[in-house]
């Protein structure tokens, strides 16, 4: 069991540009997690998918942001046109169904928008 | 909408002391699931231990413990014997039965004095 990873660890992006990260959860857990964190504070919830399909979405998950599970597995996480306030820690969590939903977080994808 | 509030920023504790964090929750639901997770400088989030509403005992992993209070909506944090490893920050977090998502709070930094 290798946990979850997330990819790549760091960004440093231009304002107005896209960024994409990539979460690989527990490999038998169906269900994964996108968060958001900023500096100081707890991590927000953005969207869930349990299999491939997509759950719920947060109302912070605005239209430049777009996440997808395509086989069930990996997933990935998309913002277009980024602003500096996007700049946050993006943590990605996977869960058991039933399994008390104890969600195991990855390390985060650190995204600074200069 | 559920809120979880953690009213200290920051605690300080000698080595081998024992130091309880404070956190009250806002939910209509009566089945749900809390949480303390651990985020270390730097490092990723691990679940340090979990209550069911349900159940009335009080949880207990190793040299950490809970206070759950469901009537008053507290769920503090006791640890004991504290160690240098144990500095970090301290989010709880709250799970309804039938949902998904966490949701936390603002979280509280502690530091370890040797």
């Known amino acids: 069991d290798t946990g979850v990873s997330q990819n790549p660890r760091h960004k440093i992006t231009k304002r107005g540009q896209n960024v994409t990260f990539r979460c690989d959860p527990i490999?038998?857990?169906?269900?994964l997690y996108w968060y958001r964190q900023t500096l100081g504070q707890g991590p927000e919830f953005l969207t869930y998918?349990?299999?491939?399909?997509?759950?719920?979405k947060s109302r912070l998950l605005s239209d430049r942001f777009s996440a997808e599970r395509p086989k069930g597995s990996f997933s990935t996480l998309e913002i277009q046109r980024t602003e500096q306030g996007d700049s946050a820690m993006y943590l990605c969590?996977?869960?058991?169904?039933?399994?008390?939903?104890?969600?195991?977080f990855g390390p985060g994808t650190r995204l600074t928008v200069l | 909408a559920q809120t979880v509030t953690q009213s200290q920023p920051e605690m300080s504790v000698q080595e081998a002391e024992t130091v309880t964090l404070s956190c009250t929750y806002d939910t209509s639901e009566s089945d749900y699931y809390l949480f303390w997770y651990k985020q270390p400088p730097s490092r990723q989030m691990i679940l340090v231990i979990r209550?069911?509403?349900?159940?009335?005992q009080n949880a207990t992993e190793n040299r950490f413990s809970v206070n759950f209070q469901k009537a008053a909506k507290s769920f503090s944090l006791k640890i004991s014997d504290s160690q240098l490893g144990d500095a970090a920050m301290y989010f709880c977090a709250y799970n309804p039965n039938a949902g998904n998502m966490l949701t936390f709070g603002g979280g509280t930094r502690l530091m370890v004095k040797p």
């Open positions: 209550q069911e509403a349900y159940k009335q």
């Open positions: 490999s038998e857990h169906n269900r």
């Open positions: 969590a996977s869960s058991l169904v039933g399994a008390y939903n104890e969600q195991f």
């Open positions: 998918f349990q299999n491939e399909a997509q759950l719920e």
